[in-house]
C-alpha cells in the first residue's frame, strides 16, 4: 500500500512570508502528527490530528497551525515565517495515535531566507 | 515533562562487530518504545518496538530489550554491515499522549568495512 505522502519535498520562502505543507496519511490511518527535526533541537513535536480535531500540541507558537480534512488529509500552516523556521517538517501517520506504529513520510525541507 | 536520553552519540565499529545504543527514559507511564533509522536525507523508518509488557524483541540482526524497572531500553545489532550505517533514534510514548513521540536525540552509527 503507499506510504505516507509530502508535499513540496522543498520549499525556500522568504523571512515574513507564509507557508503550507501537505500530508497524506497511509490508507486506513486516522491519525496525523506533525513534527520539525533541526540539527540543534532533534525531532520534536508539533500537533496531532484525528477525525478532524487537534487531539495534541507541543510547545510551539501559534504561528504553527494544522487542519485535518474528511479524507485525513492534514495541511501545516506556518505564518510570518522566521529564519528559524528552516528545518525539515516530517509527519507520522497512525491507525489512532497510540501505542503502536508510527509512519513517516519523506518530509517538506522548509528553507527561509 | 516526559525526557528520553539517548547514548552514545555517536559509535564507529567494524564490520561484524555488534552496536549496542541506550536510551532512558523519564515518566513510567510510557508504553511503546519504537526505533527509527534514518539515513541521509531520507525520512525515519521504523526498524523495531517494544510494547510496556514485553522485555524483549527480536528481528533478526536487531533487538530491543526494555527495562522498566530501570525506565530504559536498548538496541543492539549484530554482524553489523556497511549499510547499517545511519542515525538512530529512540522514542518512548506516553501513554494517553495520543499521536506524540518523545525523541531522543540520534547515535551517528558508522560500520567501517
Known amino acids: 500500500k503507499a506510504g505516507v505522502t509530502q508535499t513540496p519535498r522543498y520549499l525556500i520562502k522568504t523571512r515574513g512570508q507564509q507557508v503550507t505543507l501537505s500530508c497524506s496519511p497511509i490508507s486506513g490511518h486516522r491519525s496525523v502528527s506533525w513534527y520539525q527535526q533541526t540539527p540543534g533541537q532533534g525531532l520534536q513535536f508539533l500537533f496531532e490530528?484525528?477525525?478532524?480535531?487537534?487531539?495534541n500540541k507541543g510547545n510551539f507558537p501559534g504561528r504553527f497551525s494544522g487542519r485535518q480534512f474528511s479524507n485525513s488529509r492534514s495541511e501545516m500552516n506556518v505564518s510570518t515565517l522566521e529564519l528559524g523556521d528552516s528545518a525539515l517538517y516530517l509527519c507520522?501517520?497512525?491507525?489512532?495515535?497510540?501505542?503502536?506504529?508510527?509512519?513517516f513520510g519523506s518530509g517538506t525541507r522548509l528553507t527561509v531566507v | 515533562g516526559e525526557n528520553v536520553e539517548q547514548h552514545p552519540s555517536t559509535l564507529s565499529v567494524q564490520e561484524g562487530d555488534s552496536a549496542v545504543i541506550k536510551c532512558t527514559y523519564s515518566d513510567s507511564a510510557s508504553n511503546y518504545f519504537p526505533w527509527y533509522k534514518q539515513e541521509l536525507g531520507k525520512r525515519p523508518q521504523l526498524i523495531i518496538d517494544?510494547?510496556?509488557?514485553?522485555g524483549e524483541k527480536k528481528d533478526q540482526r536487531i533487538a530491543v530489550t526494555l527495562n522498566k524497572t530501570a525506565k530504559h531500553f536498548s538496541l543492539h545489532i549484530t554482524e553489523t554491515q556497511p549499510e547499517d550505517s545511519a542515525v538512530y533514534f529512540c522514542?518512548?510514548?506516553?501513554?494517553?499522549?495520543?499521536?506524540?513521540?518523545?525523541f531522543g536525540q540520534g547515535t551517528t552509527l558508522q560500520v567501517k568495512p
Open positions: 490530528y484525528f477525525s478532524e480535531t487537534q487531539r
Open positions: 507520522a501517520s497512525s491507525l489512532a495515535g497510540e501505542d503502536y506504529g508510527y509512519t
Open positions: 522514542a518512548a510514548h506516553l501513554s494517553g499522549n495520543t499521536g506524540k513521540l518523545i
Open positions: 517494544i510494547r510496556s509488557n514485553v
